[in-house]
């Protein structure tokens, strides 16, 4: 009865190191993409904040007085892109997102009284632009375009 336990316990040893080597990759996978994920929506939550920000101040600016006409000058289509991109109408200051500039910024008159902002953000993952997937799989792109609409009407 003795030799029985003996023979079971040396039979066991060495199964919790080969369990760790086959997980330990599928965790370290898991926890790499939950980072991507996370830092993607945080990325978007900025750029829509951002967005949203630019189209409150344009749709208070760009109404010609109480008539109604919307007109959209170079002046307040620049400060609403710097307001995007910068967080400020002046330009200064480093952008919100890394990589954001004003040429990523569309500002227009949508009709019917109403302006629109769109802001286009080239994101690429905080590991690089692949996530491997360490032999378990093709490798994941990580390159996208993250975009934000804002319509407002102007006051």
Do not use: C, W
Not at 10 to 29: C, D, H, N, Y
């Amino acid at each position: 009865m003795m030799t029985l336990n003996l023979n079971t316990v040396s039979r066991q040893r060495g199964v919790a190191l080969v369990e760790t080597v086959i997980m330990t990759p599928l965790l370290l996978f898991l926890i790499l993409l939950t980072a991507e994920v996370t830092h993607a929506f945080v990325d978007h939550n900025t750029l829509s904040k951002s967005a949203r920000n630019g189209a409150r101040y344009l749709a208070s600016n760009a109404a010609l007085g109480t008539t109604g006409i919307i007109v959209l000058t170079a002046q307040k289509v620049s400060d609403t892109r710097n307001l995007v991109v910068f967080g400020n109408a002046a330009g200064t200051g480093s952008p919100i997102l890394p990589g954001l500039t004003t040429g990523n910024v569309q500002v227009t008159d949508i009709g019917n009284k109403r302006v629109q902002v769109t802001a286009t953000y080239p994101y690429s993952g905080i590991l690089g632009d692949v996530l491997p997937t360490l032999g378990i799989g093709a490798d994941i792109n990580l390159v996208m375009n993250l975009q934000a609409t804002v319509s407002m009407r102007a006051l």
